[in-house]
């Protein structure tokens, strides 16, 4: 029984360390130049966003949580809309300031309700706000959410080959869950 004991609580040590041992999400500064790595609570730091080629055959295409690190592809930059305060492009270094994500429904057939990468446009599917939700002990944790869906869906992390859009980040009803809890990481 004192074995038992043991095991648990080094067990129990060991989970305890690497939930806190995650990289704190910073603060959105609209005048930071740099990249961020875009992360949910739920894949902590093991998953980063990564965005594909609306033509790809690679995952049909749409924006993936992916563990590759240091790829141009998950690199992400928020850029201000001129015409819209508040409102933000989020681009890749990858694709410069050709491609912008753009949200989906959830049950839509294009690229099975998938966010995606496509040509940046002046459409409502490609303006993303920030939310905060906590600024707990430092670790600043948003919702990323679309001028198309306002405030009903919010962005969604999945993990590859999740049951939810084959692993494809998606929108989702807002909700009060880990996948929809982004970090900005700056890219070191």
């Keep these: ?5 043991v095991l648990f609580l080094v067990l129990l040590t060991s989970v305890a360390s690497q939930i806190f041992a995650q990289e704190r ?8 130049g740099g990249y961020y790595n875009l992360r949910t609570a739920f894949t902590g730091d093991e998953l980063s966003l990564e965005c594909n080629g ?10 993936f949580m992916s563990s590759a690190k240091g790829t141009s592809g998950q690199m992400w930059r928020l850029v201000a809309d001129s015409q819209n305060k508040g409102w933000y492009r989020l681009q890749t270094a990858l694709h410069g300031d050709k491609k912008c994500l753009e949200c989906n429904g959830k049950d839509s057939p294009f690229k099975g309700g998938a966010s995606f990468m496509d040509n940046c446009q002046n459409v409502s599917g490609q303006l993303w706000r920030l ?3 906590s600024a707990n002990n430092g670790d600043h944790i948003y919702r990323l959410r679309s001028m198309l869906h306002g405030d009903v869906y919010s962005l969604e992390g999945n993990k590859p080959g ?3 859009n084959g692993g494809n980040t998606f929108m989702d009803k807002t909700q009060n869950v880990s996948g929809q809890m982004w970090r900005l ?3 070191k």
């Design 162 to 164: 999740g049951s939810a």
């Design 54 to 63: 609306a033509e790809s055959p690679f995952m049909n295409g749409a924006a």
């Design 185 to 187: 990481v700056p890219v």
């Design 25 to 32: 999400g910073h603060s959105f500064s609209p005048n930071y």
């Design 131 to 133: 939310e905060l939700v």
């Design 1 to 5: 029984m004192k074995i038992i004991k």
